[in-house]
């Protein structure tokens, strides 16, 4: 059964691409590698490879004419929250006109399943906590507007053509490949695993905390952190649930489980066995002090339970990873 995956060279696009064909599916990727790298599909792969930018409907559509989709996972598309209020052009560009386009071709192509990328920025900022999918959906970037806007294209294809679709909505995705072999490689890095792995490296000076004045117990923001192969987990388990005839819709997609990022700092500090110099900085705009995804309802639709996102787990195998690539893939 073939199954398309957009951004499949991406940090989370890579860990579906292998637990899907791991499973027994076959994958077809797309991806335009702005960000991507093709070394993460590994040297042995046998994925088609489609390098095409979302936004060009007539590449895109050639990858459609030659394959038989059963379903798009689609990963791909832009996520750097300050980037996006910065330059909204590119985020309505690839995030959605690009995934526009797709949905545009699973209807002429008669694909009936979808997986979307979704995220917790379409939250905002969270009325209570722990987080339900029936929270208010207040964005407050481009970033979370954008995927927004795509979770309710999803919900009008559901209706109006019986596109049978899971949007997941991310927590922070963290960790790495238990095998070592794939992992985060982002430039800029934003994310807090791979920043403090750099000041372990020497490859930075110390780790910029972004506020310690929040009221959280240590005064820095909590996080749900979900390790990115229990993500993958729940796409290959969404795909079976909706194989199986099982109901669209959007669930939240983390660990349930809250951490500071003092927390994460000392779990980096054991994973690597070395101290890890911080300083401290001035919020980030936007910034909210706690984020934690209720996962009822992934629990009960997908029968998912996370297995790796202990903060000490994500760490270990993120440590793994870097320690072998502490440049990126090309280390
Ligand atoms: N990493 C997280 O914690 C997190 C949290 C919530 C949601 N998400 C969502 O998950 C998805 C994957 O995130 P990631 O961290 O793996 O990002 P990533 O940047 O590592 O991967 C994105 C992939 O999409 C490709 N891409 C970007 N624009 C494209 C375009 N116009 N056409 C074709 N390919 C394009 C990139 O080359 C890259 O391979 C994104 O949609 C992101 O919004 C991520």
Known sequence: MEVLVTGGCGFIGAHIVRELSAAGFLVVVLDDLSSGHIESLGSSCDFSLYQADLRDAIEVESCFRQHMFQCVVHTGGLSLHGESVDDPESYYGANVIGSLNLLALCKQYEVPHFL????????????????????????????????????????????????????????????AHPGGDLGEDHEPETHLFPNAFRVALGQREQLTIHGRDFPTPDGTCIRDYVHVQDLARA?????????????????????????????????????????????????????????????????????????????????????RYFARHPRGYKS
Do not use: M
Not at 131 to 139: A, G, K, S, V
Not at 143 to 151: D, F, P, Q, S, V
Not at 152 to 165: D, K
């Open 116 to 175: 979307f990328s979704s995220t917790c920025a379409i939250y905002g900022h969270p009325q209570q906590v722990p987080i339900r999918e029936d929270h208010p959906l207040l964005p407050t970037n481009s970033y979370g507007r954008t995927k927004l806007a795509i979770e309710h294209a999803l919900a009008s294809y559901r209706e109006a053509h019986g596109l049978n679709y899971l949007a997941l909505r991310y927590f922070n995705t963290a960790g």
């Open 235 to 319: 796409h290959l388990l969404a795909l079976r649930h909706l194989l199986n005839g099982g109901p669209s819709g959007s669930l939240n997609l983390g660990s349930g489980r809250g951490h500071s990022v003092l927390d994460v700092v000392r779990a980096c500090e054991k994973a690597c066995g070395k101290s890890i110099r911080i300083q401290e900085g001035p919020r980030r705009p936007g910034e909210v002090p706690v984020l934690v995804a209720d996962i009822a309802r992934i629990r009960e639709w997908l029968h998912w339970t996370p297995e790796r996102s202990d903060l000490d787990t994500i760490a270990a195998d993120a440590w």
